[in-house]
């Protein structure tokens, strides 16, 4: 049974957006698992391990699994269930539908700004209507409660691995060397880091560059098969038209075949050259999948680790895993000098926290502890990081007393210096369906592409699912580009209409197959004003998330004439297409957001990102707003480390989630190490 959608999608106008209504809790279709899921359990109640790891995403998954596989003992906590062999997580064609699956689904309302009237501009703008359904848009029925704007996470077994793009893209060595630059330690170097990413890569696409690369590790990466692209000529004429508007066009050669696409795109954003990071290019985009196109993530790691027997059948590693259990506060010995966390408090139940849908107003949960020999290490990821911390009396003293929680280490840095991309969309539509997905359902009735995904022998032969629908990017310069000569923008393409995140966005971005996005990321954006406050001191209640985006926040101008330039490409390549299979009318932004100035406000009221980072920072010792020191150790306190997208004290790379599984593989090593001399 389907979620009932809105009249105006049905009715084919799904063009001009604004005006959506969707259900809170929309039904779906729950297909049974294709493989074996982990089953939920909560802790063994008062058990000690050497160390227990809060969350089980991109931050805590390597980590944890490494330290067991260096002999110790680990708990891995993580508030969600397993259901990374679902359709839904292991499909990457169907990613959109994965942070939108009621059963791993954290749906988070963030502000983007504090000025309401700049806020609620915004066509994403979500309200709870007196009817008790989900209202997006500008023009709220009378009587609506407003909620901010979606953000979704994963409550999940894996985290956001599970329901990510799967784009897996190095940050930049600028990123690096910075973080070795405040912190004095050499370790944290561009050149050093390369290692953590080959041991954790297994490449699978050729040619690749063969130097800078892994082939051992436990992410797979493969490009979207580029015999998809040269069989679809509304795809082909969009590469050429991006590469013209590049200033790349190649007008005149067979770019409908492969060999002359792969004139055009480098295969290669993850080369390990020096020029990589400043060169202007057009590449194909690995993603994180596995022999079967099938999503790959840490996830596979850590189950692989808990489930390794010795030949007698008893486990091999110390490592167990337990589910359903929120974390609700880390524990500390207070008696000595520099109070020393000792263990976490949690409560054990389905859908405690509120981020998840199906959350009750009454408070449940069975509550119970665990210990912690060595340390906790805290990976709950950028929002629930902060607040875990603050839960436990780590953060700003006047935060933490107005929700009467006694301190126990004054940090005013965490929950602060919160960062993320801006993104916008520039969507066209063009006469017929891209043959690509002409055939597919995604998740509507009987599915061939499914079929096909499931059945077919690999590559181009799996057929449309084996792509997240982001098959190549440009690279490139704003004229607000960092003097170190990073490019900031990254223009990227996509099947689908895609104008941030709502209430059923998937359903829309997927309801009308003659759609096309260029999305514009603005990477390296200046704004570090975000923050993660606590609105209660129950540890089930969502933080209040605000970005201060643009103008509230800093650098605003610079990034949003970045953003401008962005979209104006997007813009461009339309415009400049040679349809071998039907031109693009541009539908959003609305063809009459023309000016710079128009297409400036408009990206002020409809930019989104999606990864959020930043709010435990890593800094230096004289810093007083830096939270974590270079060893991911909390400053001022004992036994305790963060390790997720928090660390960062600038948001690293295009995407980020290649530099977190890198520094989950650099504080193993840094634990592992410490663990020796202790
Ligand atoms: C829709 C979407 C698409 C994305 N696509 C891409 C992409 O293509 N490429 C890319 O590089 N990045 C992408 N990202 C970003 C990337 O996936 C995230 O930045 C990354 O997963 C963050 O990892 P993390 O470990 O910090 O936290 P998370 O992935 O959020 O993991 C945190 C885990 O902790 C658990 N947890 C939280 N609080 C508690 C608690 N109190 N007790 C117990 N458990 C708790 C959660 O259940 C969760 O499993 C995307 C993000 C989104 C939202
Ligand atoms: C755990 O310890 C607490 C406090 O000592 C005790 O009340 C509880 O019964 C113990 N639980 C189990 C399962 O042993
Ligand atoms: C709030 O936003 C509106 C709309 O963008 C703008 O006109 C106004 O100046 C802003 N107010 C402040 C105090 O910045
Ligand atoms: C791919 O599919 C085959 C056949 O079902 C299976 O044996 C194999 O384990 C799968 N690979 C992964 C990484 O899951
Ligand atoms: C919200 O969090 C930030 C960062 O921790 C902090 O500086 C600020 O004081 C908090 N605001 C409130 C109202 O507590
Ligand atoms: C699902 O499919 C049915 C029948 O093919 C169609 O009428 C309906 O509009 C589709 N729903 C969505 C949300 O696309």
Not at 126 to 147: M, Q
Not at 653 to 668: D, Q
């Amino acid at each position: 049974m389907k979620a009932a959608v809105s009249a105006a999608l049905l009715a084919g106008t799904a063009s001009a957006f604004n005006d959506w209504t969707f259900p809170i809790h929309p039904e779906q279709d729950i297909y049974g698992p294709n493989g074996d899921n982990y089953p939920s359990a909560g802790p063994q109640a008062n058990s000690t391990y050497e160390y227990v790891v809060v969350g089980s995403g991109p931050g805590g998954a390597p980590l944890a699994a490494r330290l067991a596989l260096a002999g110790h003992s680990v708990l891995v906590i993580d508030a969600g269930e397993d259901h990374g062999t679902d359709r839904q997580l292991e499909v990457p064609a169907l990613h959109p539908y994965a942070s939108e699956y009621n059963p791993s689904r954290w749906d988070y309302f963030v502000n983007h700004y504090a000025n309401e009237t700049q806020a609620i501009r915004d066509t994403k703008m979500t309200y709870v209507t007196p009817k008790g359904e989900y209202y997006v848009g500008t023009n709220p029925p009378e009587g609506s409660v407003r909620k901010g704007v979606l953000y979704p996470r994963a409550g999940t077994l894996g985290g956001c691995s599970q329901h990510n793009a799967l784009v897996t893209v190095k940050p930049t060595r600028n990123d690096w060397n910075h973080i070795a630059a405040i912190t004095g330690d050499d370790s944290w170097e561009a050149d050093k880091m390369q290692a953590y990413f080959e041991k954790m890569e297994s490449c699978n696409y050729l040619p690749n560059s063969i130097a800078g690369h892994g082939f051992g590790g436990w992410l797979q990466t493969r490009l979207t098969p580029v015999g998809l692209i040269a069989e679809d000529l509304k795809v082909a004429s969009l590469v050429v038209a991006a590469a013209t508007a590049m200033g790349k066009g190649l007008l005149g050669k067979l770019v409908h075949t492969v060999t002359g696409l792969l004139e055009i795109l480098a295969l290669d954003i993850n080369n390990p050259g020096k020029n990589r990071d400043s060169l202007e290019q057009i590449y194909q985009i690995p993603l994180a999948m596995d022999e079967n196109y099938s999503r790959s993530s840490p996830r596979t790691l850590l189950l692989d680790v808990a489930r390794a027997t010795n030949d007698d059948g008893s486990k091999k590693y110390k490592l167990d895993i337990a589910l359903n259990t929120l974390v609700t506060k880390v524990n500390f010995d207070t008696t000595a000098t520099t109070p020393k966390a000792t263990g976490v408090d949690y409560l054990v139940g389905k859908s405690l926290y509120r981020a998840d849908p199906r959350a009750s107003t009454e408070d449940g949960g069975i509550p119970g502890s665990v210990y912690a020999s060595r340390e906790v290490i805290v990976s709950a990821g950028a929002f629930n990081t902060p607040q875990l911390l603050k839960l436990s009396g780590v953060g700003p003293k006047e935060e933490l007393e107005t929700h009467d929680i006694p301190v126990v280490k004054n940090l005013p840095g965490v929950g602060g210096n919160m960062q993320d991309r801006y993104e916008v969309g520039v969507v066209g539509k063009a006469p017929t369906p891209f043959a690509l997905l002409e055939k597919c359902k995604f998740l509507n009735g009987t599915d061939p592409c499914y079929d096909q995904w499931t059945h077919g022998v690999g590559g181009t032969l799996k057929g449309g699912y084996t792509t997240n629908g982001i098959a190549f990017g440009f690279l490139h310069h704003s004229s607000q580009a960092d003097k170190n000569d990073d490019q900031d923008l990254f223009l990227g393409g996509v099947p689908a209409f895609f104008n941030g995140y709502f209430p059923g966005y998937s359903v829309h971005a997927t309801s009308d197959l003659s759609i096309w996005t260029w999305l514009t990321l603005k990477a390296h954006s200046r704004n570090n004003a975000g923050t993660v406050n606590i609105t209660s001191a129950n540890p089930r209640d969502t933080p209040q998330i605000t970005f201060h985006s643009l103008g509230e926040g800093v650098g605003g101008e610079q990034d949003l004439q970045a953003v401008l330039e962005g979209m104006k490409y997007g813009i461009e390549a339309f415009e400049g297409l040679v349809p071998l299979d039907g031109a693009f009318d541009r539908v959003w932004p609305p063809p009459e957001v023309e000016s710079d100035e128009d297409l400036k406000q408009f990206a002020r009221d409809e930019h989104w990102g999606h990864h959020a980072s930043c709010t435990a920072p890593i800094g230096a010792d004289d810093d007083a707003m830096a939270v974590l020191d270079g060893k991911f150790r909390v400053r001022g306190v004992e036994g305790l480390r963060v390790v997720d997208a928090s660390i960062f004290p600038k948001i690293p790379g295009m995407y980020i989630v290649a530099a977190i599984y890198m520094a989950s593989e650099k504080a193993a090593d840094v634990i592992i190490e410490a663990a020796k001399s202790s």
